[in-house]
């Protein structure tokens, strides 16, 4: 039955569209209409425009099954890292057709718990059996109630960290807050509560976030850590489909995502996709991705890649991973 509607639907594309005007059946069901955006926090990955292209929009196809399946709980989450990759990540994975995804940040398990799973639900795009229905929210990884609240949903839950060179990462994270904010001190005045004794401000959340082995020892009091997946952010531009690959593995789906579906961007300085979901066009991530970062004073660059250095080695132990940030 499924293949005849397929057959239908392909076969009427180009020549049904007056039929209804003949007295013909009428059209197929439209998708239902896309859950409203949810208000982000200045320095969210996404931004307005790009969480209003995101969620569903599909191809023909997927916005043919988009009217049937069901709306399931995720089973799979990316849950960090903030100016990590993970808007990248979740556009190429949403190439696969075997995955599903709510393009804005639902932000659930951090800001909106108390709208109960019923509200979470409801906001995820509705799939088939054999389709994984997956979101992304980067704040997850540093927010202390997250971990027992996604197991108390499902302790099968599979969790992706997209984690990048800490000193990197703050200051891509300040730069996006600077591009807000043109006002904000400088990167080397945050970066110290005393830049006389060298002592780093780890309240400033540009440095806290990057500290990943402390958030991870949360994550391990309530997930196994084979239950975790650690994608390198740098990878992910120098080799995006290698890192999809281990992801497509992860997630137990067939290795589609390939080579095929990336070209380098010079301009931008990362990979793009040749063929988004849904369009026959190429697609590179939005203006606020990839953006100039200020010039630091090498010695505060030198000073945080010495603060960050025993917590690196701590995490390259704990995920057996080693990122070569050092």
Known sequence: MLFLWLYMFYSCAGSCAGLTTRG????????PPLPPLLPGEPGEENSV????????????????????????LPQA??????????RALLEFLRVHPDVRAVGAEPH???????????WYRDLMPRTLEGQITMEK?????????APARISSMSKGTKLIVVVRDPVTRAISDYTQTLSKKPDIPTFESLTFKNRTTGLIDTSWSAIQIGIYAKHLENWLLHFPIGQILFVSGERLISDPAGELGRVQDFLGLKRIITD???YFNKTKGFPCLKKAEGSSKP??????KGRT????????????????RPFNMKFYQMTGQDFGWD
Request: charged residues 25%.
């Open 283 to 288: 697609h590179c991530l939005g203006k606020t």
């Open 24 to 31: 013909s059946p009428a059209p197929l069901r439209a998708a």
């Open 77 to 86: 989450i990316i849950i960090g890292v903030k100016k990590g990759g993970t």
């Open 293 to 308: 970062h200020p010039d630091i004073d090498q010695e505060v660059v030198q000073r945080l890649r010495d603060f960050y």
């Open 108 to 118: 659930f398990f951090d800001r909106n718990y108390e709208r109960g799973l019923a």
């Open 49 to 72: 425009e790009e969480q209003r292209a995101a969620p569903d929009a599909g191809s023909p196809i997927s916005s043919f099954f988009n009217g049937s399946g069901t709306k399931r």
């Open 137 to 145: 929210t980067p704040s997850y990884f540093v927010t202390k109630e």
């Open 260 to 262: 095929k579906h990336f």
